[in-house]
């Protein structure tokens, strides 16, 4: 009997295992493919502030530091917000998953690699381990298994509220002539629902990316938005995946299954970044965890644990439905409102790509920012 067996073996499963380890617990990680942090895919931009609250340096994985962003309309109208300090890393995310699964390995956690869940019940989890059929069981068992979650299919069974909450993501890695320090995020037909971005490893190579809604083509709109913006970049290779994009589950502790990260929609709706509050989420996983183990404090305790990381990923839900259901042309006028009543400068100082909560409060107490409040109150 394993005593935690967490599946998935992604940041947040992984940042899971070496808290508990540390903390002195048995635990196990199940990955499914040979090598943790491959296959690649995500665009590695993560806040600075959101790294320094966890305590996680990028180390090794640090390829860029970013300043700030370049916002475009479907229109052509933009807001540039850049800061003097860096504000975000862009990082390779096969080096940080890498340093990640060695601290958990080096604090005591059991990491292994082609072990796939097939299916799990109550405290069984049916694996296939290295091309072999194994039944192992497992007291508290953690999902951590990225957005198609296993677990959650089979434990908590599908929603199908949750269907359609995911948008279908492409990217690909240009060369090209880019601003190093600033990346780019263009709203319009090529990512209807969502935005294209470009991501800068350096002034030559870029991660270029759409998101399209379920149903989509996201590899035919990323050649569209390339032509179409005439970025001039030239692609080597694409990667293409899910990104859940919808309100953060509310149940998220059934029996001895608990869900974490991708698998709970631990990720900011408006961006698509789930690498900070995925880490964060395991953090709260971990201590209830430990509660329970100590405690014996139910695993429910979890979706206290997780309110205010819940809290904020709610508003990031709130502010996507409201750009989702704008018009080109409304979404226009709001990006010339903004600038006149001088956003950019606003966001310089106050801006935080996590906490949009902070951010409106913040808002509030601006009167040149007043202007803007219907709209900001819309979106809550
Ligand atoms: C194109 C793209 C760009 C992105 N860009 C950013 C970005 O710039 N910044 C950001 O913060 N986020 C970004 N994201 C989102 C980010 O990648 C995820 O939020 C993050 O990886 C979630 O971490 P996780 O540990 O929850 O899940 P994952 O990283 O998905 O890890 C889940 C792990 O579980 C394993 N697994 C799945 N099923 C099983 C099974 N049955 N048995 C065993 N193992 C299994 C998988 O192989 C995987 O290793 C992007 C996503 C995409 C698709």
């Known amino acids: 009997m394993d005593t935690i067996s967490i599946v998935g073996g ?103 690699n082609e072990s796939k869940l097939i299916d799990l019940r109550g405290n069984g989890l049916f694996m296939e381990i290295k091309g072999h059929g194994e039944m192992r069981r497992s007291k508290i068992t953690v999902g951590a ?30 060369t090209g002539k880019f601003d190093r320090h600033l990346v780019e995020v263009h709203f319009g037909s090529f990512a209807p629902g969502f935005f294209a971005w470009v991501i800068p490893e350096s002034a030559t190579v870029a991660r270029i990316g759409t998101g399209v809604p379920m149903g989509g083509n996201p590899a035919e709109q990323l050649n569209a938005f390339i032509k179409q913006k005439n970025i001039g970049a030239k692609g080597s290779g694409k990667i293409s995946a899910l990104i859940p994009i919808g309100p953060p589950l509310k149940e998220t502790a059934t029996g001895n299954v608990m869900l974490l990260g991708d698998a709970a929609w631990h990720t900011k709706a408006t961006t698509g970044g789930g690498i900070v509050f995925g880490l964060k989420a395991a953090n709260a996983c971990a201590n209830t965890i430990i509660g329970n183990m100590k405690n014996r404090s139910p695993l429910s305790d979890y979706e206290k644990n997780l309110r205010g990381i819940n809290r904020e990923l709610a508003l990031h839900w709130r502010i996507c439905r409201y750009a989702r259901d704008m018009q080109p042309a409304q979404m226009d006028a709001l990006f010339r409102k903004a600038k006149k009543a001088g956003i950019e400068r606003f966001l310089q100082e106050h801006g935080d790509m996590d906490n949009p909560g902070k951010f409106m409060r913040k808002m509030m107490l601006k009167p040149s920012m007043w202007s803007l409040l219907p709209a900001a109150l819309r979106m809550i």
């Open 145 to 174: 298994d990225g957005a198609n979650s296993m677990v959650r299919h089979s434990a908590f069974g599908e929603k199908p509220e949750q269907k359609d909450k995911f948008v279908h993501a492409c990217q690909t890695r240009a």
């Open 10 to 112: 992604g940041p947040a499963g992984l940042r899971c295992a070496e808290l508990l380890a540390e903390s002195g617990f048995d635990v196990s990680v199940f990955e499914e493919h040979p090598v943790i942090g491959k296959p690649e895919k995500c665009a590695g931009l993560v806040s600075r502030s959101g790294l320094e609250e966890l305590g996680i340096k990028p180390g090794g994985s640090l390829v860029n530091e970013i300043k700030g962003a370049k916002i475009f309309s479907p229109g052509g109208e933009s807001l540039t917000v850049e800061r003097k300090e860096t504000a975000a890393y862009v990082i390779d995310r096969f080096e940080f998953d890498q340093m990640l699964f060695k601290k958990a390995r080096e604090k005591g956690a059991a990491v292994y």
